[in-house]
Each structure stands twice: as C-alpha cells, then as structure tokens.
C-alpha cells in the first residue's frame, strides 16, 4: 500500500517520467498453472455380484430336546398307638403320612422289575408292584400277634416322642415313565408341568416325587449341541465388497443369512458363523456325508415367526441393494459433471490467464468451490511513459507504449489491453 501512494505522489510532479511496467499481452508467454485440485477418478462403483451353488448345512445351536424320565412316589399314610403293659391308649398326634424316599436304584426296581422293598423301624417288607398305583397295608413297626402287640422301637417325629410305639402303614406306590422337554438355554427340564434343574440329573417334587433322567452325552457337535435345520443346495452370494450371503429357498420362504468371518468346527468341518448367535453354516462337497447330528430340531426351535422375519429381511436387502445401486449411480453422475466442470476451468486458464480471471470474478464463489489454480506468468518488464492521472481514479492510469496508449494497474504495474468494459478491468485489478 505504501508503494501505491508513493507512485500517486510522484506522478503529479513528474507526468513525463518513465516508469518500469509488466508487459503480460505478448502473443507468447511462459506460463505455469499449478492446480490444487484433485480431479475425481469417478470409478463405477456398482455392485459387483456373483452367485454360485452349493451343497449346505445350516445348524443352530440346540435350544431344545427331550430326555426319557422315571419318577417314583411313594406315600405312607400311618396310624400309631401305644403298646402299654396293660392297656393300649392313642398316641398324640397318632395319624400322619410321610413321602418316602426313593434312591434312583429303587425307582428302578420299581418301574422295571415290579418289586421294592419297604423297611422302617426294625420292619421289612418285600411288596409286589403290578400297575402304576399299588396300595398295600402292614404293620411297620413293632408287631401284632394274635391280639397282643408288641412295641418297636420308640422314635420322635414333629417333637413328638413315640414311646412303646405300634404303627400300622398304608403304602401308596405311583410310578411313571416318560419324555421331558429340555430347554437348554435355561438349563431346566420340564416334566408333567414341573420344571427341574437339568445338569443335577434328579429332583423332587411333592406332587411327582423323586424323578430321575440321564444327561445325554455330548455327540460330535460338542458340549454345545446343534441341531439340524437344512441340508441342501443353497446359493452363495458373494459381493465386491466382501459380504457373502446364503440364499435357501425351503418350502415356498426364501431365507438370507449373513455369513460372518468366525469360524468353528463342527463334527470336524469346518463351519462358519453367521449372523445370527446362534445360526451356523456348513459347506459340503458333494461327496461328503451328512453331519452325525443326533438332535432333530423341535417345534419349538423354529416357528412361522422364523420364516416371516427371514423373509422380511430378505425383502429390505432387496430394496437396501435398490436405493444403493441408484446411489451410485448418481454419484458416478455428480463425480462426472464435477470433473468435467474442473477439466473446462482449467483449459480457460491454460491459454489466457486474463481471460480466466475475467470469467472467475464474476463467478467468483462457484470457481473458488470447483477450482483451486495457482498461475504463475513470466512477464516482460518494459518502460512506459506516465500521462494524466483522471481525478476520480485511483486503480488505474494511462500509460504511453511507444504510439500506444495503455492502462497501468497501479497495483500490480500490470499492463492492461482495453478489450472491453474499463470499468470491469478496474474492479478486476483492485
């Protein structure tokens, strides 16, 4: 700034004084654009899908099973009195019932062989067992012989002491065999409407009595089962972007699983994790066995409700690929347009650095938002001669060339060419 009001404070002194300007109008100028601007490749980004067949087994952890249960109640409905010396009397609190308890080996007698055998208080007795529901009576402590009784052995129940004590027994045997369903993700047995712990093997309950099942052994999916669902062809989607999919078509519904990256073994081959927890994948040649799954999947694993969410997500990806593929393909079109935009600036620049300036100052916020040039002109330095200064301008002043006359930007000591609107070349050298 202080070198434009030097030059305005000697021209009037000396209007015929000789000044150094910067000749940019040559037909032949050495000039370098540099363009910060990095032009988009504005590669097709349309997915790229291949679908091949293949032979599948899809699995999922085993949420259910039945296990075979025996269970035994045995109920004694007993009635006690006092043996005296002299005289028989009624002990307090002389009915009560008791559940008896039943060891795994007796219940077994029970239900497989017909026989169990009862002792309490000194007394044995071997009971036959014909139907699942015997009732049999007896004395089962002391004894009672032609009239006299004998005591048994005196005993306390509920505080109570029983001396001198002769009790008579009814026995109520039930027993029953059946299937229980499991529900492995809360580890419990349910059996005739009662639930049990599963991993104890046995458990009791008033109603049932002692119920006894085996904890079937692992097979070769492991310690966390699996179940069968499909076996089968199926298709594998792959995308470019690295996502594969399964597509099963069963029974009129097509499922679309997400196949994850994790990985198990399963029956020793090699499975993959999908993305459900609990859903897995397994590829087969078509010369490989089934897999040795012991397990059938249960009513209770897979329902309609399976089917209509498969199918729901299936039809989102559908319209998600959709609104993707129109996705890029408007970008593909947007990248293009900019490119084209950006390739068309920088030809203007190219050839005429003036004429670029002119048309980028009038769109002076859409060029800055597209093109970042930076022009670099080696112009040839000349001498000019000063004329009158115009009262009302402070950006420019004519300037004599030999037998032209020209105008000096006071600015830049660019020499300017009247090609057209002087005013709009003042406002462009400012």
Known sequence: MAHVVLVLAVLPLAINCMLIAYDCNQSRLNLTSISLVTTPSCLDESRNVTVTKERVTITQTTLFRTVKYRRCLITAHNSAFRCGKVIDTAHQNSIF????????????????????????????????????????????????????????????????????????TELHIRYSEGEGLVDLEENVVRIEGKSCNFQSGKCFDADLGYVFWEIPKPDCSGEDPKSLIYEGNAELVLEGNGNRYIQVTHSGYDFQILIRNETLYLCGILTWHTEHPRLYVTFLNKDQPSLNLRYPVKSQEVSMLNYINSKIVSSFRDVGGCFVAVFLGFALYRCLICMLICFVFLRLVRPSVGFFLSVSVCLVYAVASLVLVVCLVACRPVLVSAGVVGVDCYSVMFVEMGDRRIFLGLRSLFLIVVVFNLVFFVYLIA
């Open 97 to 168: 019932s008791d559940i008896v308890q039943v060891s795994e080996e007796e219940c077994n007698d029970i239900i497989h062989k017909g026989r169990y055998r009862y002792s309490l208080g000194g007394n044995t007795v071997d009971i036959t067992i014909n139907h699942q529901f015997t009732m049999t009576a007896f004395v089962s402590r002391g004894y009672i012989r032609q009239g006299s009784c004998e005591p048994g052995t005196p005993f306390t129940r509920d505080g109570v002491f029983y001396d001198r004590p002769v009790v008579n």
